[in-house]
């Protein structure tokens, strides 16, 4: 009932919404004046940099951190976009072990006691705000939403006015983009059909790459299929890595051990790999790192070009994404990326365009005497010049764009340090052969646990796909 009621907020919102004509009251909205909590916020589709109002609204702000650093939002799904409104989350998980999506599968996180209305600061593009129910101003629990558009005129007017305890710094881009994505009642010709009512009706919710005929989907709600909070926390030197997560990083979280902590460091970054082994990013102590984070990078490896130069490699680490801002327009980059005391790389992949080759492909970042890798030790430095080979975004503008999505390769899936990520050797290069496949994979099998053998296996099919004759 409760669960119900919760979803209800938004559509009590949406209705007077449309029905209500209130006059219009100026807010002005002090931001120059707040320097309050960094969070960021990673989802499925990107990563979001938030500020929080802490003197502004402070009971809001403390009753939302209690939710964050307890870890109850992470995991949770966006289950309710309003485009050019507002884009809804914090209240549902979905655990497919409990049953189906639209059945037992979904939940309504646990929640605190309600919070006392903080109302205040306008309702304007790119606030973020609590979500409550109707008709009861204080009732704000952990659902909160994005005002996609100025809602200021409607959600300022009603019901207390609706508490703005946040506002995006960087990022709106990811919330707009979530917003634009399909939503489970705009697969179906007739949207009113409940087709997507569960617990509750999650008409509005984004669903991605679902298979639709015009009455019922052909395949099961999958979590991939959802855009979820995949973390939260509070980053107050807007590294894009949970300050927390960075304490919790190798040499008492001091991963490049320099006497300071790594979360105090916007230039230093420590942040666990696909193994959950620590890896720390250094940049110049001017420049400030972003949008960090670890892929398995299985379908860039299945575009190895040709796919013998993969030969022997090991990619235990997965593929790291990364931007440095305050670069200076054409100016030099110099990362160090420390690996575990013990391992060694010996190439650098890199996947994203080229000026040679606009598109995406797998490239190894070798040195030239400018820009790539070179090896010390447990130690990689990647040099970058903005704009050049290795800067994704091809442009002097200050910014190495997404210069990371590079693979570390260690020397042989046993030197390499554990488990995980992809290996490949094929005696004489010549992939496509059904037996020597067979046998990789039985010595993977043999090599590793399932986990392990998950991984190869799934690069494999991949290149085996890529590499196989159609027709
Ligand atoms: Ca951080
Ligand atoms: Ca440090
Ligand atoms: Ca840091
Ligand atoms: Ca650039």
Known sequence: MKKYAL???GE?????FLAAFFLITSFVMS????SGTMLHLKTDLGGVDIELFDTLAPETVANFLNYVNAGDYDGTFIHRSDPGFVLQMGGYIFDPAQGDFFAEGTSHIPEDPPVMNEFGMSNVRGTIAMAKLGGDPNSATSEFFFNLADNSENLDNQNGGFTVFAQVISGLDVIDAIAGEQRCSSYFIDTDD????GIIPFDNTPLLDMIALPTEFLNAVAPQNLVKIISIGIDNDGDSVIDRV???GPNGGDGNSDGIADSAQSHVASLPDIRNSYITVEANPLQVLGSLGFDEGTDYLSQADPLSSLNGLNFVYGFLSLDVTNVGVGGNADIKIILP???SAVKFFKFGPTLD???????EFTFDGETGAEFSGNEVILHFVDGKRGDSDLMANGVIADPGTPALRAKNSGSGGGGGGCSLSMEGGHIGQAGAWWFLLGMACLYGGWRRYQKIFLC???LHFRDSPVS
């Open 7 to 9: 979803t209800y907020k």
């Open 12 to 16: 009590v919102m949406r209705k007077t």
């Open 194 to 197: 409940g087709q997507c009512d």
């Open 31 to 34: 931001t120059s004046a707040t």
């Open 246 to 248: 960075e304490d919790d």
């Open 460 to 462: 494999m099919v991949g």
């Open 341 to 343: 005391k013990g391992e």
């Open 357 to 363: 080759n606009l598109v995406d492909h797998l490239y």
